[in-house]
């Protein structure tokens, strides 16, 4: 294993647990959802796709592919934060709603990416 | 495809990307972290949005200003200390950008990518021509158009850009690359279903081998054609199964043979590669004593050819480097020389053959022993083209230009097979049998007629092929007459008829055609017009084969 894998795998569960924080509590309730931590969540997201690009390997492909995914769920729920708050002024059931379950689209997709993870380390073990 | 160029550049961005990411959240939380104060002196604490619309108009320099409220002192320092930050990780990240685009292999790959795609999209047969030289040149001149294109593999850049400043129509694409190494060759579309040949006429006989073998061994199905200067050489080509062996001395000595023994043989191939259809006195060579001045791989050669033709000869071997070294020049001439001319027995002799490897001794000798006999005939050869003025100024009755020879020969076998088969059929026959041809050709069709070649199929006989189909007979004859006047006949030969493997020099006019055949025909523009016209629309066949008269 080298720094690289390290930091890239560090990255990616990172990733999941940040994710998983955010989205964790009432979904109808905003105030059990952070934005500092959907802050975070994106920015190690970001990060996480940015480690993996260029990568010729085959699970390398597909990490990028999984992580621009979460990418994008995590961006849409920042944007529909925004939009709640700014253009409609209020917050709906249904606004906070979308942005929680945006996140929890993205916490899927960082499972995923932590699995295929996994698996390759216990493949190279063996 | 461009797998490749997308890999390396999102690679060299990684760090970029990074460092913008790293610089953007530092810079976004400070600023969502401090308070301010709002329009009225209430704390406030700006919102991630807030935040991120600031950045991104601070970091690209843009600024718009201080948003949503006038900053107090905790969040202007907080924001000059990230001005720095960010706007220098910002242009780190264009100058990594703008650095890879012009990174050599980042070029060099998409350059690749280029000429891969040209290859693929080529639609026509087409010739890999290794090495660009001014050989290749006039083959590209003369084969690349509609039925041939051509692809070149050239190891110096300095020569790829040579050729890009040609401006060839259609397009040559072009690829800096070493030709014996087999990935070369696989990007320049030896595997593509259209590549018919490989071309190879490199001055040195240890890679045109190489090569060979790479290309047999790559693909079988194509043509590779390619120089030999030695005996030895062309044996191992032989044995390697390579048709298309290209010997440059061979054919001068093969000329000089047909020259002395076979005028009109000589003159009927002449005549193929654009000589008139005359015998002119200067073009004959005389019959008496030979000296053959240059005793390298062409004076072996022409030795062969002169010993076939029962001709008396004298060679003297001159070294050319040899002679640099001791006379320290090439000009030909000084007392030494020339008595060793009149040793050679140059006032007895009827030809001398200047045959060393450089150009200026090769004119001088000559000048030299016309000096001395001024009814000697002279033949020069000449290796590079940029010479041939002087040549021709010097009046030297025969002048062989190594180059211009190849790339006649290697044209005429790829562009116009028939000719060339007839060339071969021609050798075969006697003086007698080529004086009648050159007779006949010179009454019918006059001193300098053209030769055209066709084949009998859908695409070049339409009308014909019609015909065919329905079991026609439509013989040779027929398709002579006048499409004006079918009681008169066009003034067209047929000199050659190819059908599958078998050739037919000079087919009967009788003789009934059939699907496939390859006819070479010779005549002018205006005739041959008159044939295809015939062959391709069928109310003109219709009406040179009599149709109207015949009860069928």
């Known amino acids: ?126 | 495809m461009n797998e490749q160029i997308i890999w390396i550049v999102l690679k060299r961005l990684r760090t970029p990307f990074l460092i913008i990411i790293a610089t953007f959240s530092i810079s976004i939380l400070g600023l969502v972290l401090i308070p301010g104060l709002d329009d009225s002196g209430n704390v406030y604490h700006m919102t991630f949005f807030d935040a991120f619309y600031f950045v991104s108009y601070m970091a690209s320099t843009i600024g718009f200003g201080e948003a949503p409220y006038t900053f107090n002192y905790e969040q202007r320092i907080w924001v000059s200390f990230a001005i720095y930050f960010t706007v220098i990780g910002w242009f780190y990240g264009i100058g990594a950008t703008v650095s890879l685009m012009q990174d050599e292999s980042l070029k060099k790959a998409i350059h690749r990518n280029t000429f891969r795609r040209h290859v693929k999209r080529l639609r026509t047969p087409f010739y890999i021509i290794l090495g660009y030289n001014s050989i290749t040149k006039s083959i590209i001149d003369k084969i690349n158009g509609d039925d041939y294109r051509v692809v070149v593999l050239e190891k110096n850049e300095d020569k790829i850009d040579e050729l890009m400043l040609e401006n060839f129509y259609p397009n040559v694409p072009a690829f800096m690359g070493d030709a014996t190494k087999q990935q070369m060759l696989k990007i320049a579309g030896i595997h593509h279903k259209n590549c018919a040949g490989v071309i190879s006429l490199f001055e040195n006989d240890m890679i045109n081998s190489q090569i060979a073998t790479i290309c047999k061994i790559l693909n079988k199905k194509i043509d590779v054609i390619v120089k030999a200067t030695s005996p030895q050489q062309v044996k191992h080509f032989k044995n390697m199964d390579l048709e298309h062996i290209k010997n440059p001395f061979d054919i001068i000595s093969k000329r000089i043979f047909y020259g002395i023994t076979a005028p009109h043989i000589w003159l009927l191939e002449m005549w193929v590669y654009g000589h008139i259809l005359k015998l002119r006195k200067r073009d004959r060579f005389p019959k008496g004593r030979y000296i053959v001045y240059g005793y390298g791989r062409m004076g072996h050669a022409i030795i062969e050819g002169l010993e076939k033709a029962n001709i008396e000869y004298i060679t003297k071997d001159l070294d050319t480097q040899e002679y640099l070294k001791e006379k320290n020049t090439t000009i030909f001439g000084d007392d030494e020389d020339i008595q060793s001319l009149i040793d050679l027995g140059v006032q007895e002799s009827d030809c001398i053959i200047a045959a060393t490897k450089d150009d200026l001794l090769n004119l001088t000798i000559l000048n030299s022993a016309k000096q001395l006999n001024p009814n000697i005939f002279t033949i020069a050869r000449e290796n590079s083209l940029d010479d041939l003025n002087i040549f021709k100024a010097a009046k030297v009755n025969k002048i062989y230009v190594v180059e211009k020879l190849l790339a006649d020969v290697t044209y005429n076998y790829i562009a116009r097979p028939l000719a060339d088969l007839f060339i071969i059929e021609a050798r075969k026959k006697d003086e007698e049998w080529a004086k009648v041809i050159v007779n006949l050709l010179n009454n019918i069709t006059g001193m300098n007629p053209m030769y055209f070649e066709t084949k009998i199929d859908e695409e070049h006989a339409h009308a014909l092929s019609l015909k065919l189909h329905d079991n026609q007979a439509v013989s040779l004859a027929n398709l002579r007459r006048s499409r004006a006047n079918r009681e008169k006949i066009l003034n067209l030969v047929y000199l050659l008829l190819k059908r599958g493997e078998q050739v037919y020099l000079m087919p009967d006019s009788n003789m009934q055609l059939q699907m496939g055949d390859e006819l070479l025909i010779v005549s002018d523009e205006e005739n041959y017009d008159d044939f295809d016209y015939i062959v391709n629309n069928i109310y003109e066949l219709e009406y040179v084969l009599g149709y109207s008269h015949e009860t069928n």
């Open chain 1, 1 to 126: 294993m080298n720094l690289h894998k390290i930091i890239s795998g560090s990255f990616f569960i990172l990733a999941m647990t940040i994710n998983f924080g955010f989205f964790y509590g009432d979904p109808t309730v905003l105030v059990e959802h952070s934005a500092f931590e959907l802050f975070a969540a994106i920015i190690v997201n970001l990060v996480a796709t940015v480690l993996k690009l260029g990568d010729r390997t085959q699970l390398g492909a597909v990490l990028l592919a999984t992580s621009i995914v979460a990418d994008i769920q995590l961006i849409a729920s920042a944007t529909v934060w925004a939009f709640a708050k700014y253009v409609m002024s209020d917050f709906g059931i249904e606004a906070v709603v979308a942005i929680v379950s945006l996140s929890g689209g993205a916490l899927l997709a960082n499972v995923v990416s932590v699995i295929l993870f996994i698996g390759d380390t216990l493949k190279s073990k063996r």
